[in-house]
């Protein structure tokens, strides 16, 4: 994905809105701001954008509403990348969030080179939805190839299931986003598999153990999932 990738920010609050903008704009992203949800999704539907930053709390249309709205859709917004900002920070406020169809959540008051971080990371993920991305993916010393369902730590070979790669690679692909174990069930569920909440927990126990010193790079978040951590 190009620095000059287009981001939509979501934000009442001026001051939030023009410190987003102006640090985004200096990494060399292209950016617009609007200050409520209608107005957003008005947008989304005239212009191509790569990434939205969306406030949780926002005048007539919450930011909840717009995810569910975006997520409907079967065009390209769709799969559009949805980083939600929000001053609430309950585990079950988060959950609420990505079940909505955030990809991520960062609450305020935040740092902002771990937006920045996020950012870079939605739009890594959003390109390899797009199929902009090659078939490796790689996280420091971790290596993972989707065409020959082989995983690398360091150099060496490291044997896991069907259903740990495919846990494995649906962490790396959404690098530095929160998965629910709700959504890791979606991608770990197959034919020949059948997976519960706690099912996913185990897994990825074994998936750790197996990883050994590359097991660091998966975050589990209390009460929410899991994810695979941004430098």
């Excluded at 005239?46 to 249309?61: G, S």
């Excluded at 078939?135 to 069907?162: A, F």
Aim: hydrophobic share 40%; proline share 3%.
């Amino acid at each position: 994905m190009s620095g000059g990738a287009k981001i939509l920010i979501v934000e009442d609050e001026k001051d939030i809105a023009d410190l987003v903008s102006l640090h985004l704009k200096r990494q060399g992203y292209q950016v617009a701001s609007v200050a409520d949800g209608e107005t957003a999704v008005a947008k989304l539907g005239a212009e191509p954008i790569d990434l939205v930053v969306l406030d949780w709390m926002l005048p007539n249309m919450s930011g909840l509403e717009v995810a569910k709205a975006m997520r409907s859709r079967t065009d390209g917004i769709g799969n559009t990348p949805i980083l939600m900002l929000t001053a609430r920070s309950h585990s079950a406020d988060i959950v609420q969030g990505l079940e909505s169809g955030a990809d991520d959540f960062l609450v305020k008051p935040f740092e902002l080179p771990v937006l920045m971080a996020r950012v870079k990371a939605l739009l890594r993920r959003g390109a390899l939805i797009n199929g902009e991305s090659s078939s490796v993916l790689q996280v420091d010393e971790l290596e993972l190839n989707l065409g020959s369902y082989e995983v690398r730590c360091s150099g060496k070979p490291v044997q896991l299931t069907l259903s740990e790669f495919r846990l494995l690679s649906a962490l790396m692909r959404g690098r530095g986003s929160v998965l629910t174990r709700d959504r890791l069930i979606d991608q770990v569920q197959g034919d020949d598999v059948n997976v519960i909440e706690r099912t996913i927990d185990t897994h990825v126990f074994g998936l750790r153990k197996k990883l050994g010193k590359c097991s660091d790079v998966i975050e589990t978040i209390r009460g929410v999932g899991y994810r695979v951590r941004v430098e």
